[in-house]
């Protein structure tokens, strides 16, 4: 049994799965499932639906031009029966298939090359135009600062020590405080309610906002 390409995505039809299409001109449309089917049914443009193949070639996100693609090509050229070509068939499968792996880790990684700097970039640029989130993390760093603080007041009265937390990369900082931008502030003045009440306790560490 052959294992053909789906005509909506691209993604193998395995036997037993998807369905056939005929039309009345005896062109056959294989899909892999019914998301396909109706998608074609619907007319739409495989190559402007970024989940099908079409559309990942089109936007240079996966290989096309590779010679180990056009093996599975089908041919009207029938093949006499050859047993030393089935042999040495059978051995290339193996072999050309490690090929082609071995190609699309390295197109992936010339395409993915350089997303960790443009990355950082952007993280850059966004603390820079948004200096109120790194406050925002102070904030919280103070609130983690005092509960340690209160833990280690209750196990000893020793001298208190500032947490490193403040070293932190603004990379780590960055992630966690975009998503807390919003319950930020109810903590903060929280935490202005207990530095009231407690002042005289705290050492000359809680400044920080
Ligand atoms: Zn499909």
Known sequence: MRVYNCHFCGSPCYPGHGML?????AKEF???????H???KMKRNPR???????FRKAAGKEMVVDSTLSFSARRNVP???????VETTLQGMSRIE??????????YKNRMRGNKERQREEDRKLVENNPELLRMRDVELARLAEKERAQDELSDLESI????????SE??????????????????????????SKKHKQSDAMDLD
């Open 38 to 40: 109706k998608n074609f």
């Open 48 to 54: 402007k639906l970024k989940w099908t193949k079409a």
């Open 30 to 36: 294989r899909f892999c499932r019914s998301k396909c």
């Open 98 to 107: 490690e090929i082609r792996l071995k190609r699309e880790r390295a197109f």
């Open 171 to 196: 990379d780590e900082m960055e992630e966690s405080d975009k998503k807390k931008v919003k319950q930020n502030k109810p903590i903060s003045i929280k935490i202005r309610n207990k530095k009231m």
């Open 21 to 25: 299409f005929v039309r009345n001109d």
């Open 161 to 168: 020590e500032e947490p490193d937390l403040l070293d932190l």
């Open 79 to 85: 093949v006499r029966y050859n047993r030393d070509l």
